[in-house]
């Protein structure tokens, strides 16, 4: 079972238990600032859902180390909206997957 961080009450992140500290603070300033533009854009929003997903890496001490991020983007508007892409920057991943679920309204 994934854990699942919640980000207020529209917000659910999910895989980023094993993410430090720092990356946490980035990753959360990302989803926030473009939430609030889907909230602006959809009046119907209910929330959203950010799953990330470590591909192609390897185990040491317990964590997955290198690969690649998967990001799966499901926003609740009335419609589902989804969209996910993987690169190797976590960074990266969120900016083009949060780009491409913005192109589907």
């Known amino acids: 079972m994934t854990e699942e961080i919640n980000l207020g009450e529209f917000i659910t992140l999910k ?7 720092s990356t946490m603070v980035a990753v959360k300033k990302i989803v926030g600032s473009y939430v609030k533009k889907i909230m602006d854009t959809l009046e119907s929003f209910q929330d959203i859902t ?5 591909v192609h890496g390897h185990e040491k001490d317990g964590k997955i180390v290198g690969g690649k991020y998967e990001i799966h983007i499901k926003v ?16 990266v991943t969120l900016d083009k997957t949060f780009k491409k679920i913005i192109a589907e309204f």
């Open 50 to 54: 950010v799953t990330l997903k470590r």
């Open 15 to 21: 895989g980023f238990h094993e993410e430090d500290g």
């Open 76 to 91: 609740n508007a009335g419609k589902v909206f989804t969209a996910e892409n993987t690169e190797h920057n976590l960074f």
